[in-house]
């Protein structure tokens, strides 16, 4: 048998094999269609009410896509009645907060500038806590906030909100203007924090969604290991109300899911630390590239394009917000000290070259100086010899 037959034959296998993954491939493939949606279909049976708290640039950023997926309750310290009303958005202001929460808000979004974060929780507090005792289930709202640092509001809204309420950090990571066409592939970061009271355990969140072994205030153990995996278990998550919890932040999570965003499951600890040397950097840059007054020239580079765009982008943002990534993130101090440093060494930089450029251009002098000086002795010396020998007249 010839060489070529035999090679065919090797081949052979390999393309019914091709083949025969190609169909499992499309068979899968239209198996997640239909997952997806039956999962759309569940969701449009229940849309969430969600109330959105500060209607500011970002909550009425969200709000206009909440809208389209369910009903959208939002307050405010300002009066903005008319703006929502244009969107399919009920409005109530923040001064009659027992009527917002009488809504029967599935979610509440908090989306006050960063500095007013607190403030704003504490004096909503009370009216919080009417709602659920009016509430047959005793259960409160979903509480989800959407502040560009993590670990502060975490930290407030753990040691402030009612047992009743389940917690999810969120932080979107885009805005108005990134997010104008669509939120398609851009990232959201999430930090699932608490369900049915049970803390979410920060350091496991970013590897895997496990729960923190916690006690409650009884003393009791909340969790449990699973013996051989090592996965944690809350005790509740058999309970209606776990059950609940989860496929309401699962629902609320879905929207993203659902605007094409890129869903980045993170810590609050670690999302402060990448932010610092992301998100905070740009703001930085742009407000001190900002205060030089650039302007586009009639011979701009593509590189000078994307200055002119950072300074837009980060300067149409509020200085509240500028502020709040600086103060609130523990982080940030340390970006200023080292963009602070590496300044000074490329400065330090450029300056030993030019000292090092200097010194070539002095040695070049010098040497040149010394040659004609020799140069000139030695015809001196020439001239007084034949002198001396009478060669000259
Ligand atoms: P911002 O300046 O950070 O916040 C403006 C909002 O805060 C407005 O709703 C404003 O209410 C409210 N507010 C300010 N001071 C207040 C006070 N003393 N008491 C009560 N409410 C107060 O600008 P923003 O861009 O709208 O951002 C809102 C939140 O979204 C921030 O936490 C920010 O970190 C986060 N976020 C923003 C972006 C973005 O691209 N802009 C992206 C992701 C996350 P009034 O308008 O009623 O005065």
């Given at each position: 048998m010839s060489s070529s037959s035999n090679n065919y034959q090797n081949i052979q296998p390999s393309i019914g094999k091709i083949e025969q993954l190609k169909t499992k491939e499309a068979a899968l493939s239209r198996l997640?269609?239909?997952?997806?949606?039956?999962?759309?279909?569940?969701?449009?049976?229940?849309?969430?009410?969600?109330?959105?708290?500060?209607?500011?640039?970002?909550?009425?950023?969200?709000?206009?896509?909440?809208?389209?997926?369910?009903?959208?309750?939002?307050?405010?310290?300002?009066?903005?009645?008319d703006l929502a009303r244009g969107m399919g958005v009920e409005y109530i202001p923040l001064s009659n907060p027992d009527e917002f929460f009488s809504r029967d808000l599935d979610v509440?979004?908090?989306?006050?500038?960063?500095?007013?974060?607190?403030?704003?929780?504490?004096?909503?507090?009370?009216?919080?806590?009417?709602?659920?005792?009016?509430?047959?289930?005793?259960?409160?709202?979903?509480?989800?906030?959407?502040?560009?640092?993590?670990?502060?509001?975490?930290?407030?809204?753990?040691?402030?909100?009612?047992?009743?309420?389940?917690?999810?950090?969120t932080h979107p990571m885009f805005g108005p203007d990134s997010g104008k066409n669509g939120w398609h592939g851009l990232n959201f970061v999430y930090e699932r924090t608490r369900i049915d009271a049970v803390v979410l355990d920060q350091a496991m969140e970013s590897k895997k969604h496990v729960l923190h072994s916690s006690i409650d205030k009884?003393?009791?153990?909340?969790?449990?290991?699973?013996?051989?995996?090592?996965?944690?278990?809350?005790?509740?998550?058999?309970?209606?109300?776990?059950?609940?919890?989860?496929?309401?932040?699962?629902?609320?999570?879905?929207?993203?899911?659902?605007?094409?965003?890129?869903m980045v499951s993170l810590s609050c600890r670690d999302h402060d630390i990448y932010a610092a040397n992301s998100q905070f950097i740009t703001h930085l840059m742009g407000r001190i590239l900002g205060a030089q007054g650039l302007e586009p020239t009639p011979i701009d580079t593509k590189g000078f394009d994307s200055v002119l765009r950072v300074i837009d982008s980060t300067s149409a943002d509020s200085f509240d917000l500028f502020y709040g990534l600086y103060k609130y993130n523990?982080?940030?101090?340390?970006?200023?000290?080292?963009?602070?440093?590496?300044?000074?060494?490329?400065?330090?930089?450029?300056?030993?070259?030019?000292?090092?450029?200097?010194?070539?251009v002095d040695w070049v002098e010098a040497t040149k100086e010394l040659n004609a000086t020799i140069t000139q002795a030695i015809i001196k010396e020439e001239e007084e010899k034949k002198e001396c020998e009478g060669v000259l007249p």
């Open positions: 997640l269609t239909a997952v997806r949606l039956e999962k759309l279909e569940a969701l449009r049976s229940r849309p969430l009410t969600i109330g959105i708290i500060g209607f500011g640039r970002f909550g009425q950023f969200i709000a206009k896509t909440f809208a389209e997926h369910g009903t959208v309750v939002a307050t405010s310290r300002s009066d903005y009645t509440v979004v908090l989306a006050t500038s960063i500095v007013s974060f607190e403030g704003t929780v504490r004096n909503l507090l009370p009216a919080l806590a009417r709602s659920i005792e009016d509430n047959e289930t005793r259960r409160g709202p979903l509480i989800v906030d959407v502040l560009s640092v993590k670990d502060y509001p975490r930290q407030i809204l753990l040691d402030l909100l009612p047992k009743e309420c389940d917690i999810l950090c009884d003393g009791d153990a909340e969790s449990f290991v699973e013996e051989g995996s090592g996965k944690i278990h809350s005790v509740h998550e058999h309970s209606e109300a776990h059950i609940e919890g989860m496929d309401r932040i699962e629902r609320f999570l879905s929207i993203w899911e659902e605007e094409g965003c890129r523990q982080n940030s101090l340390d970006t200023i000290t080292k963009l602070r440093d590496s300044m000074d060494d490329v400065v330090k930089q450029l300056s030993m070259m030019e000292l090092d450029d200097k010194n070539k």
